[in-house]
């Protein structure tokens, strides 16, 4: 019996610096309520739902930092958007910040989770893949300063039953590079959930302009095809603060074809059907038992970089 359920990317448009929390879960409630007007069980937000992309800027205001961040999930702030995705019977993902105290120490990590139709937290997942610097680089037109803001996350690629479903999570940068997808790929993902906030231009990488949107999309076609998953991939778009922020919020299947695409730059659900046995068609096909060679692939996990020939 085919496994169809409508499920969308859930877009956001820009957020501004000073916007309040409840006024974004109040946009965020809108696009939950559109989706189960469609029959839709399940939305995908963007990296940082609840705030603007505060790592543009070097920021010296302590105050102003600890306000970007989560000590609680569902919070006071954010317990409308969970109650009201529970009253429908719509689970998500949520890109945000984190704080937590680990071992006695602060700690702050770029995190997503995964929450069901009950309103109930199925799993967490923190990004491995921070882009950008550790500080202020005077020589870049832009500034990315994820490394200065978070940790690198510490809880690997899991995946969580949900949605009769195996779902996994990436964050953003994670979703360019291909080790995520096949980690996910060899515990059985059926359905990757990926947010994201990418400058629509890298002044400071000028010859990729032009390509943003093929870099987008191609790391996740492929991943979806060669470990026979669906992705759902949400952007946070539009003008935000100045600074341009690519849309192309997607839905792409197991075939690798990407089937739905966000047409705007502002909050926009976008909603397909999707039936998780297509996966069955791809992994089968890929056949991994049988044909993948991992005593081949050891340099993957041995090196970071380029180094010899082997056998040199
Ligand atoms: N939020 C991100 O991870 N953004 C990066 C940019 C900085 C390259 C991205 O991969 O889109």
New binding site residues.
């Given amino acids: 019996m085919a496994r169809k359920m409508v499920v969308a990317a859930a877009q956001l448009g820009p957020i501004r610096r000073k916007e309040l929390r409840s006024q974004v879960v109040d946009r965020m409630i809108v696009l939950i309520e559109q989706a189960h007007a469609l029959g839709g069980s399940f939305v995908v937000f963007p990296?940082m739902a609840l705030t603007t992309?505060f790592p543009r800027w070097l920021i010296d205001d302590e105050d102003e930092i600890a306000g970007f961040f989560e000590r609680e999930l569902p919070g006071p702030d954010t317990q409308p958007l969970f109650d009201a995705a529970a009253g429908l019977g719509v689970g998500f993902y949520l890109g945000f910040c984190e704080e937590v105290v680990e071992g006695g120490t602060r700690r702050r990590y770029n995190s997503s989770v995964l929450v069901d139709g009950l309103g109930s937290m199925i799993g967490k997942y923190r990004k491995v893949?921070l882009?950008?610097n550790a500080t202020y680089d005077p020589s870049l037109r832009l500034q990315?300063l994820?490394p200065w803001y978070f940790e690198p996350g510490n809880l690997g690629f899991p995946v969580f039953e949900m949605l009769d479903a195996r779902l996994g999570m990436l964050?953003?940068?994670d979703?360019?590079w291909p080790e995520p997808y096949r980690v996910l790929g060899l515990q059985g993902v059926e359905l990757v959930c990926v947010g994201?906030?990418?400058?629509a231009e890298?002044p400071d990488h000028p010859l990729q302009n032009g390509l943003r949107t093929l870099h987008h999309l191609a790391p996740m076609q492929a991943g979806a095809y060669q470990n026979g998953t669906w992705i759902i991939a949400s952007a946070k778009a539009g003008p935000e603060e100045g600074f341009d922020m690519m849309g192309h919020s997607c839905i792409v299947s197991p075939s690798g074809e990407v089937v739905a695409t966000s047409s705007t730059l502002g909050d926009e659900l976008v909603p397909y059907e999707i039936d998780l046995d297509l996966t069955r068609e791809y992994k089968s096909f890929f056949d991994f038992a049988t044909y993948r060679r991992p005593e081949c692939y050891g340099l993957i996990t041995e090196r970071k970089e380029a180094g010899p020939p082997i056998g040199s």
């Fill in positions: 990296e992309f893949h882009p950008g990315h994820e964050i953003c940068n979703r360019r994201f906030n990418s400058p890298l």
